[in-house]
């Protein structure tokens, strides 16, 4: 659906443990958004492709880290999708400005904020995907701590970069299949995965400027702690929403001390 009236359906201790990203040896590592609604008849089938090439179906020695951002604008026409958020139609209104497009639709995928195309198309994810590997990218490490157990943190470290970049942490998990009563999709059973539950700013890189910090855990990552698929996103984009530099993902259930890093491959 486009906003302009067209409509297409369319997240330290001693013991440090190295997951498993040792320079030279991780696979590289490249950010998917795949902007969706349960509104949205054409969108299955993109929220299907971004669960396969999560799971590493399409392309070798590539690690794609996906966010589901589920939009609002598809809530007033029969379905209100319960993971959507304003924020993240915002997020997609400032990529069609971006990109000069005639509006937001879903489903859009946009890969490492410099490509976009409509969500499904297998082909092109591949391809986006593929070219997205070969750019250099910045070392990211996230590390979370559980020393203290009311206030679990996150230590998160990016360098200085020669472009202007922010850096946000998102929490995601793969809710329980969903299942629409009406609009579009009424008497389906959707299945997502990685939906941003919550993406926020949380500091900045520049020339000479790199980030440090030990952050706290986001509380909506803390309140359902028991979830496993639960994950917190780390990554860093130049400003207005350009180029990702870098990213990388956590466990918010993994052990203490164990650290998820990206590096470029020598």
């Known amino acids: 659906m486009r906003l302009s009236g067209r409509w297409f359906c369319r997240l330290c201790l001693t013991a440090v443990a190295v997951l498993p990203c040792l ?8 950010l998917v958004e795949l902007f969706t609604s ?7 089938p993109a929220d299907l492709l971004l669960q396969r ?3 590493g179906h399409f392309i070798p020695d590539v690690s794609i880290i996906a966010l589901s951002e589920h939009v609002d604008y598809w809530n007033h026409l029969g379905w209100s999708d319960p993971f959507s958020s ?3 139609t915002s997020r997609q209104q400032i990529y069609a400005t971006k990109f000069r497009s005639q509006g937001a639709y879903t489903p859009q995928m946009v890969v490492d904020g410099v490509d976009e195309f409509v969500g499904s198309d297998v082909t092109r994810a591949r391809r986006s995907i593929a070219q997205a590997a070969q750019r250099q990218k910045v070392e990211i490490t996230a590390e979370l701590s559980t020393q203290s157990v ?15 970049g ?3 942490v998102a929490v995601v998990y793969d809710p329980e299949p969903s299942a629409v009563a009406r609009g ?8 997502h995965i990685s939906v941003v539950k919550s993406l926020k700013r949380v500091g900045e890189v520049g020339r000479n400027k790199a980030f440090d910090a030990r952050l706290p855990v ?6 359902t702690a028991n979830l496993r698929n639960q994950r917190l996103v780390v990554f860093v984009q130049e400003k207005g929403q350009g180029r990702v530099l870098g990213s990388v993902e956590v466990s918010a259930r993994q052990s203490a001390g164990m650290v998820a890093r990206w590096s470029p491959q020598k």
């Open 23 to 30: 320079p030279g040896e991780a696979a590289q590592s490249v």
């Open 38 to 44: 349960e509104g949205c008849s054409s969108c299955p």
């Open 53 to 55: 090439l999560e799971r």
């Open 86 to 88: 304003a924020q993240l």
């Open 150 to 164: 009311s206030t679990p943190s996150l230590h998160v470290s990016a360098p200085s970069s020669p472009t202007a």
């Open 166 to 168: 922010d850096v946000f």
């Open 184 to 191: 579009e999709n009424s008497g389906r059973h959707l299945t």
């Open 218 to 223: 986001p509380p909506e990552a803390q309140v």
